[in-house]
């Protein structure tokens, strides 16, 4: 098993893995415009993309934005997003294992607080056991 953060190299990887986060997405966008967008993550300060290999294939990952901040003593807070692991190899502890990868390098930066947001109710139990508190704030989302 490989954890780390993912490299120009890895993007088809998570490309694929990502047709595993939503049942139906939007459609790819132009792979001139994925790759402008990648280079963009990549060279992002405090944005880093976890994944997790087994074998050499890409079968989790999620991304982790660190944000500098003013407040609580300049401590910076976190967010994860895109939270996936391959269909087939779930309920094996490897999401478990890259959430908490990526809450270890939030605590390292110093972090005062890690946030996280799901639409599958389904999942909620898996992060409560990954140590967040559906309980301590109340999440709301704007679209356009």
Known sequence: MSLRK???PDLDALLDLYTHLHAADEPLAPRERVLEVWEQLLA??????????????????????ITPNLTRGTRP???????????????????????????AQAWSA???KVMLM???????????????????????????
């Open 44 to 65: 992002s300060t405090g944005l880093s993309c976890l994944g997790l290999e087994l074998d050499g294939l890409l079968v989790a990952s999620c991304t982790l934005c």
């Open 118 to 144: 799901t639409g599958r109710r389904d999942a909620h139990a898996f992060y409560e056991q990954c140590g967040f508190r559906s309980d301590a704030k109340t999440g709301f989302v704007a679209y356009p």
């Open 6 to 8: 993912l490299q120009r």
């Open 77 to 103: 807070y976190a967010q994860i997003e895109n939270v996936v692991t391959r269909s087939e190899y779930r309920r094996r502890g490897l999401g478990k294992t890259i959430i908490q990868a990526a809450l």
């Open 110 to 112: 110093g972090c005062y």
